[in-house]
């Protein structure tokens, strides 16, 4: 017997209401990443938190592509795009958790927020997305909101307050290149495979670090408080990584999206509760300036999909 068309819909509702709650459970722990990285940073340098971060997605992501057949699932094409999406990644972390050596993580993290507008505008460009003045404008006020914060970092801690904007950057290309591989390609052989190649290129950038001082790249053998710190943020990086995979099979990316912006709520929280942040007053109209943008960017290019009858494409988790 087929089920009724209010069954369908209760299903549907029910699917969407499981997405939403795991997509805030996801973000909601999702800073703990960073606050085990920012505690971890100093004394192990970034690129080996970084290299650990994607040992750990691999170890943990490996029994579900050997389950689901889709391990040796390549082709060279696949494989020139995963290596990509693999170095795309190691520069968002590796800029993002340097940042924390100096940075509060909640002031991180909003500017770190502008990567919405940045999608959007080099979807416009290299995509041939139709963007118009409204979102062209939100994005111009992001970014006046994102000056705000940064203005007063790069007074406390100098250029390393530019490198969320170079994480942000590297995300959103990474997510580009992520639309033209999510077509075709199962998600957990896409995260699997991005683990391997980004795993690869930090242990690259480690062996040419050895021995140069440097607190980015020579690598170090941690004692066993910074060896939790560093299995936090890989427990953490992944239990949020797959909580996102299934909300977003849940619920449609369009209504869980505004959601990544109780991020900054969380963060600030936790920077609160362990290093005792919190941002100014300056810093909070630009945190709010950030949110406000991002959320309108996200409303309007729903509203426009919506109208065209075309389901937004899910990011990649």
Not at 49 to 77: E, H, M, N, S
Not at 120 to 146: D, H, M, N, P, Q
Not at 280 to 300: C, E, Q
Request: proline letters at 5%; glycine letters at 8%; a neutral charge.
């Amino acid at each position: 017997m087929s089920n009724s068309p209010t069954s369908s819909s209760l299903t549907r509702s029910r699917d969407v209401s499981f997405g939403l709650t795991l997509m805030v459970i996801a973000v909601l722990i999702s800073p703990l990443i960073d606050i085990f990285a920012k505690l971890a940073i100093t004394t192990v340098p970034s690129a080996q938190i970084t290299a650990v971060r994607f040992v750990l997605q691999v170890i943990f992501i490996l029994p579900v592509v050997l389950i689901r057949g889709t391990l040796l699932d390549l082709t060279w094409k696949k494989t020139g795009l995963h290596m990509l999406r693999g170095g795309l990644l190691v520069v968002t972390m590796l800029s993002f958790i340097t940042t924390l050596k100096a940075m509060e993580v909640a002031d991180a993290i909003a500017i770190f927020f502008v990567e919405p507008i940045i999608l959007t505008i080099l979807g416009s460009i290299f995509l041939k997305e139709t963007i118009g003045w409204r979102r062209y404008t939100a994005c111009a006020v992001g970014f006046f909101g994102a000056l705000l914060v940064i203005q007063p970092s790069m007074q406390e801690v100098g250029w390393i307050a530019l490198l969320p904007i170079v994480s942000a950057f590297g995300l959103a290309v990474f997510l580009l290149v992520t639309r033209l591989v999510a077509q075709n390609e199962d998600p957990w052989s896409m995260q699997f495979h991005a683990g391997i190649w980004g795993a690869i290129f930090c242990g690259i950038l480690l062996f040419f670090g050895e021995g140069t001082g440097s607190q980015i790249f020579d690598p170090v053998i941690p004692d066993m408080t910074a060896s939790l710190y560093l299995l936090g943020v890989g427990v953490t990086a992944t239990i949020s990584g797959v909580l996102g995979v299934y909300a977003y099979r849940a619920a449609p990316a369009s209504v869980l999206a505004p959601l990544q912006y109780l991020e900054i709520v969380s963060a600030t929280i936790f920077g609160w509760l362990v290093f005792g942040d919190l941002p100014d007053a300056l810093k909070w109209l630009g945190i709010a300036i950030i949110i406000a943008s991002g959320l309108y960017i996200i409303w309007r290019e729903r509203k426009i999909n919506k109208s065209a009858s075309v389901a937004p494409v899910s990011p990649a988790i």
